[in-house]
């Protein structure tokens, strides 16, 4: 087994400044490794800037290089066991070379190289890329023996870092490699065309695969030990093979400026797409300290970084934590000790940690893409969260993965518009699994929409503004008990369709009428169209983002309608009853031979934007439904406490931000 599988990476991540290349200050590196727990370093090598003495004359060292930092560095990180992951960057290179090598760099339209301060961007197609890459990173290998690489901005990357979107490249590299691949002049522009967007993204993922085969070959002709890390949203169509250790983010900046605005569940959500999806990749997800990219040095909060780490290990990956710079120089060091608590945790628990099996009956189908992300993907994704279900998160893009394990679930949730295969629409057409659908979801396939949902799909209605949807029949909206209301508002457009003979309609149409002023927002009729629909296989269509809206108002009954929907099907399976609030998230699986773990994190402490230290909750109870304990612990900082019990059943108190327990039987 390669030495990543183990899945206990406690990882922090210095991104060094040039001014960090200091010799004299590997021994400091080290001891605040130590202090954090930390087992594995990932660490600037090459690329923007040489850490070492490079002997290839097409790389710029950094200024302040004294010694061989980077090979005292890795020396000592190895005398201590600490694993060393090189970081490299290729999108851009020091501007003084410009003129040395004019075929490296993107070019606007006018033939002008991108600058970004003094530095300057290559192209994917550049020889910088596509050859000279390889020999940087072997360089390093050969001379560090370090244990992994990173590849930051990786391949096709269309902006910098101040956001600004990048024109197509017109270098004449990419102007040679499109016209060999369509025998058609390369576009100025594709804004507006489908056609022509579909073309030259495959254009570039085909040289970003091209450079990632490249690179992939050149490490593991050195070492198949040595891990290649990607972070996800660069992975080439087509080269998840080539991947060892997939990289997502979670950063206040990302959040605050998409569709998931300061939302709770971000990492757990980044960890469970890729553990419930791959058996042979792990994942680990990288906490950054900075608010954002423009304030490197300002930090988010203790609690919302602890939060990002335990979700982390609760979801089924190891640790991340990353800073700007070296330690001793950070000028804000009040999350050190918040992330060393959790380290320290992982690090005394770590066999129990990174291969959880949970007995999920219920596959939530969404985008793996971290940013942006569809909401009504987070809006479900939040709703079992809340109800404390046990849930497997997979990604819409690997369909043939999951679909062999289709019919282990009672219910398989797509939130996400997709294209299936043959070999997938007959799984989805086979599977015991009670096949959950809203609006578009497979709107590229009106046939297997009929199929799967005994419905004729007429047309989508953009403006659903003041319409309702009304919760009949009665039976189907009882569970686990009455709602008392009777409508429910259907926001950002609907599908309407036709039910097919067998099929069972619900939720009738109230068709919209004024809803100002408030002395005309009357003459609601109740309408005999359906937008909601139980075939006679028992799947669930439902006419609109229901998650969407629930992601975007958090309105309880959306959550309530949705529930007892699944609920009229089938009943919901819990492992775990639970009186703990709905801001506790709960993880529950097995975690070696006759033992599980349960792992409760608590966000009572946030506040929207705001992340704080949550309040005690006291006598919160756990019973078990399908598992008899013979001995609970309590996974302390003291080591693993013993706890009495009842039957299957104990109490506890969350007297803080996380707490896990051993369950054996």
């Not at 939040?382 to 282990?408: C, N, Q, T, V, Y």
């Not at 359906?530 to 075939?535: A, E, I, Q, R, Y």
Request: with cysteine; charged share 20%.
């Amino acid at each position: 087994m390669n030495w990543w599988m183990k899945n206990n990476l406690r990882t922090i991540q210095n991104n060094l400044r040039d001014l960090d290349a200091d010799a004299c200050k590997v021994d400091s590196y080290i001891a605040y490794l130590k202090k954090f727990h930390a087992n594995t370093l990932l660490i600037n090598c090459g690329g923007i800037t040489s850490f070492y003495p490079t002997a290839l004359p097409y790389q710029t060292k950094s200024p302040f290089l004294t010694g061989d930092f980077l090979g005292q560095l890795v020396s000592k990180c190895h005398e201590n066991h600490i694993r060393v992951i090189g970081r490299f960057d290729f999108s851009r290179v020091s501007d003084t070379l410009i003129d040395e090598y004019p075929d490296w760099w993107w070019r606007d339209q006018e033939g002008k190289p991108y600058h970004f301060g003094d530095t300057v961007t290559t192209c994917v197609h550049s020889g910088y890329q596509q050859v000279l890459s390889s020999q940087i990173v072997k360089e390093v290998i050969e001379a560090y023996k370090i244990d992994g690489v990173f590849f930051n901005f990786f391949g096709y990357v269309p902006y910098d870092y101040s956001g600004t979107i990048l024109d197509i490249c017109q270098c004449e590299n990419c102007r040679r490699e499109y016209f060999k691949l369509y025998q058609e002049p390369l576009p100025l522009s594709i804004d507006g065309d489908p056609g022509l967007t579909h073309k030259y993204r495959h254009f570039m993922q085909m040289a970003s695969a091209r450079l990632l085969k490249c690179l992939h070959r050149t490490i593991k002709d050195i070492s198949k030990e040595i891990a290649l890390c990607l972070p996800l949203n660069d992975i080439p169509e087509g080269c998840m093979d080539l991947v060892d250790i997939i990289k997502t983010e979670s950063n206040t900046q990302s959040m605050a400026h998409s569709m998931e605005a300061h939302w709770a569940y971000d990492t757990s959500r980044n960890v469970s797409v890729i553990t419930d999806t791959f058996q042979d990749k792990i994942v680990s997800n990288i906490s950054i300290n900075a608010l954002s990219l423009t304030c490197r040095f300002a930090s988010s909060s203790p609690w919302e970084n602890q939060i990002r780490l335990y979700q982390s290990i609760a979801s089924g990956s190891g640790l991340d934590w990353c800073i700007i710079g070296n330690f001793e120089d950070y000028p804000n060091k009040r999350n050190y000790t918040a992330i060393e608590e959790v380290f320290a945790h992982h690090s005394r628990y770590e066999r129990y940690y990174g291969h959880l099996k949970k007995n999920s009956k219920i596959l939530l189908i969404g985008s793996g893409r971290t940013y942006p992300a569809n909401p009504a993907q987070m809006g479900i994704f939040k709703m079992l969260k809340e109800e404390h279900l046990i849930f497997d998160h997979g990604d819409s893009r690997f369909l043939p993965l999951l679909a062999e394990k289709f019919d282990s679930y009672d219910f398989i949730i797509f939130t996400d518009e997709v294209s299936v295969t043959k070999a997938v629409q007959e799984a989805l057409l086979q599977t015991s699994a009670c096949v959950v659908a809203f609006k578009n979801t497979f709107c590229q396939s009106p046939e297997l929409q009929r199929q799967l949902f005994d419905a004729e799909i007429c047309q989508t209605v953009k403006n659903s503004d003041a319409v309702y949807a009304c919760l009949l029949p009665e039976e189907a909206f009882a569970y686990p008990c009455s709602l008392n209301q009777q409508w429910i508002y259907v926001d950002q457009g609907y599908c309407s369709f036709t039910p097919l003979p067998g099929a069972k309609a619900m939720l009738p149409k109230i068709e919209k009428a004024p809803f100002g002023p408030p002395e005309r927002a009357y003459g609601h009729v109740l309408t005999k169209e359906p937008l909601g629909v139980v075939s006679s296989k028992g799947n669930l269509y439902l006419a609109w983002d229901l998650g969407a809206s629930y992601h975007k108002s958090g309105s309880p009954e959306l959550k309530e309608c949705f529930l007892c929907a699944l609920s009229s099907i089938r009943p919901l399976f819990r492992e775990l009853i639970t009186n703990a609030p709905e801001m506790v998230e709960m993880h529950f699986g097995n975690c070696e031979e006759s033992t599980y773990l349960l792992q409760w994190i608590n966000l009572a402490g946030f506040n929207g934007t705001s992340f704080f230290a949550p309040p005690s909750l006291c006598k919160i109870t756990a019973s078990f439904t399908t598992i008899h304990p013979s001995e609970i612990y309590e996974m302390s900082s003291q080591g693993l406490k013993k706890l009495s019990f009842e039957k299957d059943t104990f109490e506890f108190n969350l007297d803080g931000l996380y707490k896990a327990f051993l369950i054996k039987t």
